[in-house]
């Protein structure tokens, strides 16, 4: 199978233990494996949130951050964060840093799948247009931190459960400010 349908599967000390197929890895026993999360920034420090598309297998409809993904098998990790902004947003991201790099989350989705990911957190900034794919996101929003705060406080159930955990460690360690 070629290395583009594979996600990185770990050991619980996240050491590369394998691969398995994207498509087949998230069940109701998803074994633990290599992602990682972006926020995307505007130039007046707006954070950009997605609304994930219908038809995504997992959280469909909730609001997370500017998007996700995993790795290829060897790949550079900042260089797939770069060709999912392509893909799933049509935009390139720039100064970007890792703020949250050993991130860790297990979450059941409400069908019962799994999400069981190490995933490093990434910060970045776009200052061009967005072309979202409508088969990744259903709709955006540009967001002040503390709007994204006041939603995490009274809506969490309308929120990733990742984003929800991001954005505290986000908080407790002053990323957002590095």
């Excluded at 995307?40 to 609304?51: K, P, Q, S």
């Excluded at 060897?74 to 049509?90: C, S, T």
């Excluded at 986000?170 to 590095?178: F, M, P, V």
Aim: proline content about 7%; glycine content about 6%; aromatic content about 6%.
């Amino acid at each position: 199978m070629a290395d583009a349908d594979l996600v990185v599967l770990l050991d619980d000390d996240g050491s590369p233990v394998g691969t398995a197929p994207r498509a087949e890895v998230h069940t109701d026993r998803t074994p633990l494996h290599l992602a990682f999360s972006c926020y995307v920034l505007d130039a007046d420090r707006r954070i950009l949130l997605t609304r994930r598309a219908l038809s995504k297998r997992t959280w469909p409809g909730v609001w997370t951050n500017s998007f996700c993904g995993h790795p290829r098998p060897g790949e550079d990790p900042v260089a797939a964060v770069h060709r999912y902004a392509a893909h799933e947003l049509g935009t390139v991201v720039t100064d970007l840093r890792c703020v949250l790099p050993a991130f860790r989350y297990r979450a059941v989705d409400a069908s019962g799948v799994v999400e069981n990911e190490l995933c490093p957190v990434h910060v970045g900034t776009s200052t061009g247009t967005l072309d979202p794919c409508p088969d990744e996101v259903a709709e955006h929003r540009w967001v002040t931190a503390a709007e994204l705060r006041a939603a995490v406080a009274s809506a969490p159930w309308a929120l990733s459960p990742w984003l929800v955990e991001q954005l505290a460690e986000l908080d407790r360690t002053g990323a957002w400010t590095r």
